[in-house]
């Protein structure tokens, strides 16, 4: 079992940075692919961003390409997302999610931490 427990979640003014972190249980880590994901109420929850589990590759959804750097140091256990230049439309729940080796889908989920942006 792995627990995900996002923090660095606020408000912050358009333009403004923040840097979310996800501290994860476990000595298997290592080996998962991590995401980030974020849901607005009302919406089906979005892809923001994905790194493998060696840090060697990222992916990012064209909407905040540029903008969000997704990372992790597995001697923490913890991956982070760091969001620069953030717009009133960023605001939302992000979760981060962990998918295990050979997994076609994210397996484990955190409970989420809010981000608004006013303009």
């Known amino acids: 079992q792995v627990q995900l427990v996002e923090s660095g979640g606020g408000l912050v003014q358009a333009g403004g940075s923040l840097r979310l972190s996800c501290a994860a249980s476990?000595?298997?880590?290592?080996?998962?692919?991590m995401g980030w994901f974020r849901q607005v109420p009302g919406k089906e929850r979005e892809f923001v961003a994905v790194i493998s589990w060696s840090g060697g590759r990222t992916y990012y959804a064209d909407s905040v390409k540029g903008r969000f750097t997704i990372s992790r140091d597995n001697a923490k256990n913890t991956v982070y997302l760091q969001m620069n230049s953030l717009k009133p439309e960023d605001t939302a729940v992000y979760y981060c999610a962990a998918q295990t080796v050979n997994s076609q889908k994210y397996d484990y989920w955190g409970q989420g931490t809010q981000v608004t942006v006013s303009s």
């Open positions: 476990g000595r298997t880590f290592r080996s998962y692919a």
